[in-house]
């Protein structure tokens, strides 16, 4: 099993920044590959960057690439997520998932899940 804990969401301007952190605990941290969705209300789950086991592979969805940055502390067994330029259509409920090996883009290849903090981004 691992556990994941999401914390540093909050409300923001737009135009602003909020850095996210997720923290792992169970199994070995740096085994497994490491995600960032989001889902507004009344949409679905969509993805938003993905992170390898090492560090090496890193995807973001077209929607926050050049504003948001994922990274990883194997360390700390913490991944984060830097997100900058914000936009009101950002808001959403950010959640942290974690998978053995490989990164992808579904949600539904992801094993474990936190339960989200809350962003939210002001006109």
């Known amino acids: 099993q691992v556990q994941l804990v999401e914390s540093g969401g909050g409300l923001v301007q737009a135009g602003g920044s909020l850095r996210l952190s997720c923290a792992a605990s169970g199994r070995t941290f740096s085994n497994y590959a490491m995600a960032w969705f989001r889902q507004a209300p009344g949409k679905e789950r969509e993805f938003v960057a993905t992170?390898?086991?090492?560090?090496?592979?890193?995807q973001y969805a077209d929607t926050v690439k050049g504003r948001f940055t994922i990274s990883r502390d194997n360390a700390k067994n913490t991944v984060y997520l830097q997100m900058n330029s914000l936009e009101p259509e950002d808001t959403a409920v950010y959640l942290c998932?974690?998978?053995?090996?490989?990164?992808?883009?579904?949600?539904?290849?992801?094993?474990?899940w936190g339960q989200g903090t809350q962003v939210t981004v002001s006109s």
């Open positions: 992170i390898s086991w090492g560090g090496r592979s890193i």
């Open positions: 998932a974690a998978r053995p090996d490989t990164t992808y883009y579904e949600d539904f290849m992801y094993n474990y």
